[in-house]
Nanobody, 111 residues
């Protein structure tokens, strides 16, 4: 059974940075795409970024140029480096692997 545990969220001022981590348990990590999603209060969960086993990455237009997704296969961990944060980035951020989801980590950006 795959388990995902996010960490690294917090409160930051606009323009600041945070790095989220997602630790994955299970052998399938290295052969699958990993993704980050987010859900703001009163809104639907939305796609943020994905990284494939090849290293190819893809981003939502809203975060392109500001966020960077990466993975460390040796540590079974995927990261989301978030720079130039905006108040509209405030949300609970979730890690995703196939049909598995983490519990989420809160990111709050103050203006």
């Amino acid at each position: 059974q795959v388990q995902l545990v996010e960490s690294g969220g917090g409160l930051v001022q606009a323009g600041g940075s945070l790095r989220l981590s997602c630790a994955v348990s299970g052998r399938i990590f290295s052969i699958n795409a990993m993704g980050w999603y987010r859900q703001a209060p009163g809104k639907k969960r939305e796609y943020v970024a994905r990284i494939f086993s090849s290293g190819f990455t893809n981003y939502a237009d809203s975060v392109k140029g500001r966020f960077t997704i990466s993975r460390d296969n040796a540590k079974n961990t995927v990261y989301l480096q978030m720079n130039s944060l905006k108040p509209e980035d405030t949300a609970v951020y979730y890690c995703n692997l196939a049909t598995s989801w983490g519990q989420g980590t809160q990111v709050t950006v103050s203006s």
